[in-house]
T-cell receptor, first 114, second 114 residues
Framework: LAKTTQPISMDSYEGQEVNITCSHNNIATNDYITWYQQFPSQGPRFIIQGYKTKVTNEVASLFIPADRKSSTLSLPRVSLSDTAVYYCLVGDRSYGGSQGNLIFGKGTKLSVKP | EAQVTQNPRYLITVTGKKLTVTCSQNMNHEYMSWYRQDPGLGLRQIYYSMNVEVTDKGDVPEGYKVSRKEKRNFPLILESPSPNQTSLYFC?????????????FGSGTQLSVL
């Protein structure tokens, strides 16, 4: 049983807006949703985090509907350097996991073309 | 500079030869964790530690050991490596291991077991 579900891959062109959706049906009441970005041969790095509605920072926006069973990472006007794998992260509470058992999904590989 | 340091960056070994991958953080974080990354499988948690002398299994702990004798270090030990442990390994840390905290990752260790 997957904790989160994301598309395996997405393609885009420079200058376009990209939206990546993550499903997390078993999200717990107190859980936040966090997104990470990973470039090849590097460790993931934090992009954005939110609990509900909308969060925006200098890199991306995060949209979370009222039922919180999904979230959408929005990257405005992508460039070639945004080519990376994007991970959606929520807790493992559905398995009775402890606070420490943080589960990553399989990630979405975004390819930005010129 | 706040960072998570892993060593070595690359390691080639043979089946059955014990090895240790070191991980150190300089942020006084209580939570540390190890992940492995394989093509098509994303990031999978091996072990994590909520504090000194407190460790617990993640999703794929078989064949691995860890220890947390001091806060800054969290080595990953492979007592008898096998080829199926060939993978890219990442160490990560956060302040307390809360789901709402930012995870800091190391640069990774590429392990090949022949």
């Amino acid at each position: 049983l997957a904790k989160t579900t994301q598309p395996i891959s997405m393609d885009s062109y420079e200058g376009q807006e990209v939206n990546i959706t993550c499903s997390h049906n078993n999200i717990a009441t107190n859980d936040y949703i966090t997104w990470y970005q990973q470039f090849p041969s590097q460790g993931p790095r934090f992009i954005i985090q939110g609990y509900k509605t909308k969060v925006t920072n200098e890199v991306a926006s995060l949209f979370i509907p009222a039922d919180r069973k999904s979230s959408t990472l929005s990257l405005p006007r992508v460039s070639l350097s945004d080519t990376a794998v994007y991970y959606c992260l929520v807790g493992d509470r559905s398995y009775g996991g402890s606070q420490g058992n943080l589960i990553f999904g399989k990630g979405t590989k975004l390819s930005v073309k010129p | 500079e706040a960072q998570v340091t892993q060593n070595p960056r690359y390691l080639i070994t043979v089946t059955g030869k014990k090895l240790t991958v070191t991980c150190s953080q300089n942020m006084n974080h209580e939570y540390m964790s190890w992940y492995r990354q394989d093509p098509g499988l994303g990031l999978r948690q091996i072990y994590y530690s909520m504090n000194v002398e407190v460790t617990d299994k993640g999703d794929v702990p078989e064949g691995y050991k860890v220890s947390r004798k001091e806060k800054r270090n969290f080595p990953l030990i492979l007592e008898s490596p096998s080829p199926n442990q060939t993978s890219l390994y990442f160490c990560a840390s956060s302040l307390f291991g809360g789901l709402n905290e930012k995870l800091f990752f190391g640069s990774g260790t590429q392990l090949s077991v022949l």
